[in-house]
T-cell receptor
Framework: KNEVEQSPQNLTAQEGEFITINCSYSVGISALHWLQQHPGGGIVSLFM???GKKKHGRLIATINIQEKHSSLHITASHPRDSAVYIC?????????FGAGTRLTVKP | EAGVTQSPTHLIKTRGQQATLRCSPI?????VYWYQQALGLGLQFLLW???????NRGNFPPRFSGRQFPNYSSELNVNALELEDSALYLCASSSGTGGSSTDTQYFGPGTRLTVL
């Protein structure tokens, strides 16, 4: 079993829909990162969380340390949100990555 | 402000050769991280350098090595290339010294290494 599990693996949505991507992990962590990877490989760091909730524009990330679970929400989704979203956990200055969720938002 | 840059964009080598990949961090950033993204395997942590020192390395054989220069740029060297080393190699930088536990990382565009 991977230390970091994401669900779903693939997600297709219509423009305007509310999106939720989930991340569960099995080890103690010091922080959790959400990353966005566009076709071609470029990666953008969206959030780094160690507790609670963060919001940036239409993106919201939450983490529940006790339940070892984090969610990434996208409100009013747009085709430009189409990308792979990757959850990564930091522990002992190491990073372990989920397999990613491929999101496609159709106009 | 210029982002993280990596060179070359693409690199083609044959099995047994050596590859050198380069990364320039954002100005003012002292930490550089290297990651491998092989097809079907997802991202894996390779190395973390800060202030010229190797702070941590992932579960990779010793033929993966690197260094950080006084200007904080970094090189990743892969010796005795194997076919399974074909991957996208990503570099990231951060301004803090706390590593992935405390610092947001800014990623470069990657170097795609193909081993034939």
């Amino acid at each position: 079993k991977n230390e970091v599990e994401q669900s779903p693996q693939n997600l297709t949505a219509q423009e305007g829909e509310f999106i939720t991507i989930n991340c569960s992990y099995s080890v103690g962590i010091s922080a959790l990162h959400w990353l966005q990877q566009h076709p071609g490989g470029g990666i953008v760091s969206l959030f780094m969380l160690s507790s609670g909730k963060k919001k940036h524009g239409r993106l919201i990330a939450t983490i529940n340390i006790q339940e070892k679970h984090s969610s990434l929400h996208i409100t009013a989704s747009h085709p430009r949100d189409s990308a792979v979203y990757i959850c990564a956990v930091a522990r002992n200055n190491d990073m372990r990555f989920g397999a990613g969720t491929r999101l496609t938002v159709k106009p | 402000e210029a982002g993280v840059t990596q060179s070359p964009t693409h690199l083609i080598k044959t099995r047994g050769q050596q590859a050198t990949l380069r990364c320039s961090p954002i100005s003012g950033h002292t930490s550089v991280y290297w990651y491998q993204q092989a097809l079907g395997l997802g991202l894996q942590f390779l190395l973390w350098y800060d202030e010229g020192e190797e702070r941590n390395r992932g579960n990779f054989p010793p033929r993966f090595s690197g260094r950080q220069f006084p200007n904080y740029s970094s090189e990743l060297n892969v010796n005795a290339l194997e076919l399974e080393d074909s991957a996208l190699y990503l570099c990231a930088s951060s301004s803090g010294t706390g590593g992935s536990s405390t610092d947001t990382q800014y990623f470069g565009p990657g170097t795609r290494l193909t081993v034939l």
